[in-house]
């Protein structure tokens, strides 16, 4: 869905994960592009009826998860260790990394090396057929939704800190706009699906009220 964002041509931070053709997740997606293609996000985010929530949700982690790698990578140059010495959603908010592999207890680091690190752990996640199953009649994990929900809470700090040191880097490279939809699309599934805490929304809450408020 690159394209949808203009944002092609910009560097990629880590390989794009793609769903597979021919499958039902891969039907989603093509049925979620028709309806982005609407201009309603509200609509979009709705879980077409018949379908599978799980289903749903997976198709919308990947393509998330494509989106912010492409959006964080237009930035890599100005996020380093000397300008971005902690991962923060402004003054308030500062994350610490654990994996329970690597970091298995909560680590500072540098906000590139916090990014590096999570999409690391995203894209491992993705990539396993336990866990994210492509193949139809194969069922997902019980704890499905929990993974889901964890996946999408760090995702989001990502766009706290692009919004919070790099919206003015953003705006002079002329893709705010890309990054206002990507992040409203983003908040918009959060909200219809209960995947974030209200209080972990907090460092956007103002962005997020006025996205609620839109059309009301």
């Known amino acids: 869905m690159s394209s949808f964002f203009g944002l092609g041509?910009?560097?990629t931070f880590k390989p794009r994960k793609d769903i597979p053709e021919g499958t039902k997740q891969y039907q989603l997606r093509k049925y979620a592009e028709a309806t982005l293609g609407s201009g309603n996000l509200r609509m979009a985010v709705q879980l077409p009826e018949g379908e599978d929530t799980n289903e749903w949700l997976a198709v919308h982690a990947v393509d998330f998860f494509n989106h912010l790698n492409?959006?964080?990578?237009t930035v890599t140059e100005f996020c380093t260790p000397q300008e971005c010495p902690v991962m923060s959603?402004?003054?308030?908010?500062e994350y610490l990394w654990e994996d329970g592999a690597k970091f298995k207890r909560p680590t500072k680091l540098a906000a590139p090396e916090y990014v590096d690190a999570l999409m690391n752990w995203a894209q491992s996640i993705l990539d396993d057929e336990a866990v994210f199953p492509n193949k139809i009649g194969i069922p997902f994990p019980r704890n499905f939704r929990d993974t889901v929900r964890t996946i999408f809470r760090r995702l989001f700090r990502v766009y706290g800190h692009i919004y919070s040191s790099h919206f003015d880097q953003i705006c002079a490279l002329g893709?705010?706009?890309h990054l206002n939809t990507s992040y409203r699309h983003f908040f918009l599934f959060v909200h219809e699906f209960d995947l974030i805490d209200k209080k972990e929304l907090a460092p956007l809450?103002?962005?997020n009220e006025a996205i609620l408020a839109e059309g009301r």
């Not at 492409?70 to 990578?73: A, E, K, P, S, T």
């Not at 959603?89 to 908010?93: I, K």
Request: net charge positive.
């Open 9 to 11: 041509k910009t560097r």
């Open 70 to 73: 492409m959006l964080y990578g």
């Open 89 to 93: 959603a402004g003054p308030r908010y």
């Open 175 to 177: 893709i705010e706009p």
């Open 205 to 207: 809450s103002e962005l």
